[in-house]
């Protein structure tokens, strides 16, 4: 059985960063497409940050230049590094992963996602 479990939401000051984790178990995420995304309330879920099976990385131009993402493949773990945090960055965010090595339109289509997490939410203060 396929989960992704993420951890590392909470509540932080506007400017502030925060670092979210995915633990990743039944599935090997090391060479699939796997990404973060998040849907705020009364909006639709957007793709931010995804990665590919050889590493090549894509960002939202909301969050290009302020999240990073990576993956640690022997703890099967996904993370996003967020910094410059905004008010608008509040919303659930969820990582999910695809059971193919390329990532395709998934940044703007996210029904391409085959996994997903329930989700850590992020609340951002000003």
């Known amino acids: 059985q396929v989960q992704l479990v993420e951890s590392g939401g909470g509540s932080v000051e506007a400017g502030g960063s925060l670092r979210l984790s995915c633990a990743a178990s039944?599935?090997?995420?090391?060479?699939?497409?796997v990404g973060w995304f998040r849907q705020a309330p009364g909006k639709e879920r957007e793709g931010i940050a995804i990665i590919n099976g050889i590493g090549t990385t894509a960002y939202a131009d909301s969050v290009k230049g302020r999240f990073t993402i990576s993956r640690d493949n022997a703890k099967n773990t996904l993370y996003l590094q967020m910094y410059s945090l905004k008010p608008e960055d509040t919303a659930m965010y969820y990582c999910?992963?695809?059971?193919?090595?390329?990532?395709?339109?998934?940044?703007?289509?996210?029904?391409?996602?085959?996994?997903w997490g329930k989700g850590t939410l992020v609340t951002i203060t000003s």
């Open positions: 039944g599935y090997t995420i090391s060479s699939s497409c």
């Open positions: 999910a992963a695809r059971t193919r090595t390329v990532c395709g339109p998934v940044l703007s289509y996210y029904g391409g996602m085959d996994y």
